[in-house]
């Protein structure tokens, strides 16, 4: 699975981005597509997750800010980021949980930088 993502940028505070990310190559039953992210100096933290039906998580730093979605036939999944805050600064990356033959299997992107500026 090759997971390419896409929207990051730098915005003012109170601005707004969507990410977006591209599974191709499956070779997995997908079971869960999210997203993580990792600011300077602190470990990577899960933003949000859906699942094939359609259940949602998300972090309590993000709810009722961020919205996650997917499009199930082009294998895509969204996060639209809005009221965004410099402590959103971090590196973004898409993940993928997938089942083959009972295993499971986590596959990550390259990240997308997003910059919220003061």
């Known amino acids: 699975v090759q997971l390419q993502a896409s929207g990051g940028g730098l915005v003012q505070a109170g601005g707004s981005l969507r990410l977006s990310c591209t599974a191709s190559r499956i070779t997995v039953s997908i079971n869960a597509m999210g997203w993580y992210r990792q600011a300077p100096g602190k470990q990577r933290e899960l933003v949000a997750t859906?699942?094939?039906?359609?259940?949602?998580n998300y972090a309590n730093s993000v709810k009722g800010r961020f919205t996650i979605s997917r499009d199930n036939a082009k294998n895509m999944v969204y996060l639209q980021m809005d009221s965004l805050k410099p402590e959103d600064t971090a590196v973004y990356y898409c993940?993928?949980?997938?089942?083959?033959?009972?295993?499971?299997?986590?596959?990550w992107g390259q990240g997308t930088l997003v910059t919220v500026s003061s």
């Open positions: 993940n993928v949980e997938g089942i083959y033959y009972a295993r499971k299997y986590t596959y």
């Open positions: 859906i699942t094939s039906s359609d259940s949602i």
